[in-house]
């Protein structure tokens, strides 16, 4: 299982956006893409993997790859699946997930709770990690990354309560979604060594 | 220079679509990910990079990093520039293209006579190539990628013409977006060596 971790520092935690200004939705576009990047493949989707988006550390849309529908690539059909999701967000109590569309659910809570579910270790794609070509690929990975936003002081505190491990892809900072893209064929090629 | 050439082969070559269904705009939405994945990374521009999206055989659009302006990672703001390129298309007289904003222009013609621009060796990103692992980064790559379809026959017939090497990026068939974050990757750690 692959889970992918992204904070979403300005993302919205009500319906209330348009799809017409993703960027304007405190960039929720960034987020679009990461759930395509994470999920989707040419004609195919990555089942073994989950894409969560941590809204402003509020809710958390689950993404899995191995039971969602009408999931497309564009922008816009992903941000009205997380649209739908915010609709239903007072029916989600306590920390029991509700599901949204078929394959996609919200909870409420932030980064804490969403990585004592997942487990450890937890890696933090980052420009300051170790070299991407010098650690093998983790077994088991829960990747986290952060939006357009560098990483906040409470998220650091959050990290450091866990076994996190810093990994830099390459020598050029990606975008989020880029990061995640490069990320799956690192574990794809086994840390570039199969293709 | 990375030089990265897109074939739409739905593309319009009007602009009259709605910028609220990109994909039903013969999947503009693929076109406008790859020219954000082929000039932005995080907080900056690729500027020794140019993204050239093939409509339909008909007219060629190139985004220039190192003069582009206004370019936004959302879709639907890549569209808009598409849409004002296509809007002044009677202006791209013979093959002289028609700077449409800054940075992007337009001119008449499909692959063969971007190729014919741009130089040799071609290197078409396909499944069926030699393992990127296996063959060093070209040292001015000219990248050709297909949209959701597969390589038309007379796509084939025309890079047959130019010295075109096929390379596989891995082991998963990839969105072309995806496909050229994993070449800029690869050149950017010259080989998946350099992290």
């Given at each position: 299982?692959?889970?992918?971790?992204?904070?979403?520092?300005?993302?919205?935690?009500?319906?209330?956006?348009?799809?017409?200004d993703l960027p304007g939705a405190g960039r929720l576009d960034v987020l679009?893409?990461?759930?395509?990047?994470?999920?989707?493949?040419?004609?195919?989707?990555?089942?073994?993997?989950?894409?969560?988006?941590?809204?402003?550390?509020?809710?958390?849309?689950?993404?899995?790859?191995?039971?969602?529908?009408?999931?497309?690539?564009?922008?816009?059909?992903?941000?009205?699946?997380?649209?739908?999701?915010?609709?239903?967000?007072?029916?989600?109590?306590?920390?029991?997930?509700?599901?949204?569309?078929?394959?996609?659910?919200?909870?409420?809570?932030?980064?804490?709770?969403?990585?004592?579910?997942?487990?450890e270790p937890v890696t933090l794609l980052h420009e300051a990690g170790t070299?991407?070509?010098?650690?093998?690929?983790?077994?088991?990975?829960?990747?986290?990354?952060?939006?357009?936003?560098?990483?906040?002081?409470?998220?650091?505190?959050?990290?450091?309560?866990?076994?996190?491990?810093?990994?830099?892809?390459?020598?050029?900072?990606?975008?989020?979604?880029?990061?995640?893209?490069?990320?799956?064929?690192?574990l794809d090629t086994d840390g570039f060594t199969e293709f």
């Amino acid at each position: 299982m692959r889970t992918i971790v992204v904070l979403g520092h300005d993302a919205p935690t009500s319906p209330e956006f348009s799809l017409d200004d993703l960027p304007g939705a405190g960039r929720l576009d960034v987020l679009c893409r990461c759930v395509t990047a994470g999920l989707l493949h040419s004609h195919g989707i990555r089942e073994d993997t989950a894409v969560m988006l941590v809204l402003d550390e509020t809710y958390t849309i689950r993404f899995d790859g191995g039971s969602v529908r009408r999931l497309n690539p564009d922008e816009r059909s992903t941000g009205a699946l997380v649209r739908t999701a915010l609709e239903q967000r007072e029916e989600a109590v306590g920390r029991m997930p509700v599901e949204t569309s078929p394959g996609v659910t919200l909870r409420r809570g932030g980064l804490a709770s969403v990585l004592e579910d997942c487990g450890e270790p937890v890696t933090l794609l980052h420009e300051a990690g170790t070299p991407a070509g010098d650690v093998p690929p983790p077994e088991e990975p829960v990747f986290v990354l952060s939006d357009h936003h560098d990483l906040q002081s409470e998220d650091e505190a959050t990290l450091e309560a866990f076994d996190t491990r810093r990994v830099r892809l390459g020598p050029v900072a990606l975008h989020a979604d880029q990061a995640i893209t490069v990320a799956h064929h690192w574990l794809d090629t086994d840390g570039f060594t199969e293709f």
